[in-house]
C-alpha cells in the first residue's frame, strides 16, 4: 500500500492566489530588484541580481546624481506538457531608481552582467580643492554730518 499525501483545499489555495495575481493587474508582471551600493576605491559600485535578463534589454541611466535601471523579460516559449505544480517564473519588466551617496563622473560608468548579477561602476568625482585666498576688508570711513 503507497502513502498519497493528503493536502487539504490545494486546489481552492491555488485558485485564490491565482485570483489574488490577476486582481493586481499589470504591477504583477514587474517587480523590483534588490540593490546593494557601496564604495570601493574611489568608485561607488551598484550591484543588483536579475537573472534570466538579456542584457541587451538592459537600461542604465544616471541624471542629477540618480541611478534608474531598466529591463524587461520575455518567455519565447511556454510549454503546456509540464505537470507543474507552481509556476511562478513570469515574463516582465523592472525599474529600480536609487539616489548615489557622492557626487559621480557618469561620463566614466561602466557595467557589467556576470552569472544573473548586474555590477554597475561609477568613479566618485574629485572634489575641488579648497584653496585659501585672504581677502582684504576695505574700510570705509564715515564722516560726521554736520547738523543745522
Keep these: 500500500m503507497s502513502l498519497i499525501k493528503w493536502t487539504p483545499f ?3 489555495i491555488e485558485e485564490m492566489e491565482k485570483a489574488l495575481r490577476d486582481w493586481q493587474g499589470p504591477s504583477e508582471k514587474s517587480f523590483v530588484p534588490a ?3 557601496y564604495e570601493e576605491k574611489g568608485k561607488i559600485i551598484a550591484k ?3 537573472a534570466d535578463f538579456d542584457p541587451k ?3 542604465i541611466e544616471i541624471k542629477d546624481n540618480v541611478l534608474t535601471v531598466k529591463g524587461k523579460t520575455e518567455r519565447k516559449t511556454e ?5 507543474y505544480y507552481r509556476k511562478e517564473i513570469k515574463a516582465g519588466s523592472f525599474q529600480r531608481s536609487v539616489m548615489l551617496p557622492k557626487e559621480v563622473n557618469q561620463d566614466k560608468a561602466e557595467a557589467e552582467y ?3 548579477v548586474l555590477k554597475i561602476s561609477v568613479p566618485v568625482k ?3 580643492k579648497a584653496t585659501k585666498k585672504p581677502i582684504k576688508v ?11
Design 10 to 12: 490545494f486546489e481552492e
Design 138 to 148: 576695505k574700510i570705509n570711513k564715515v564722516k560726521p554730518k554736520k547738523v543745522k
Design 114 to 116: 556576470e552569472d544573473g
Design 79 to 83: 510549454v503546456d506538457e509540464k505537470n
Design 35 to 37: 540593490m546593494d551600493v
Design 57 to 59: 534589454n538592459i537600461d
Design 48 to 50: 543588483t541580481t536579475i
Design 126 to 128: 574629485k572634489e575641488a
